[in-house]
């Protein structure tokens, strides 16, 4: 690798709206605030809510019929 044309690689904190504090290695300067993390969003906690995709799916049949049947 060339010497001297690669950014400088410094410790950062991020914090999360939820508090949660994570320490981070990047080539930002400063720390940063994040609206999400993996304490927080619903994904990682398991309260990710789904939505009714069977209604969406005969709806699309229903209107596309004609297109799809060819």
């Known amino acids: 690798m060339k010497k001297n044309i690669h950014p400088e690689y410094n410790k950062i904190i991020a914090i999360c709206s939820c508090g949660n504090k994570l320490n981070l290695f990047s080539t930002i300067k400063k720390n940063i605030s994040l609206d ?4 927080c969003h619903p994904f990682y906690t398991g309260k990710q809510r789904t939505t009714d995709i069977g209604g969406r799916i005969e709806k699309f049949n229903k209107k596309f019929k004609h297109i799809l049947t060819k």
Do not use: T
Not at 36 to 39: E, L, T, Y
């Open 36 to 39: 999400v993390c993996s304490n």
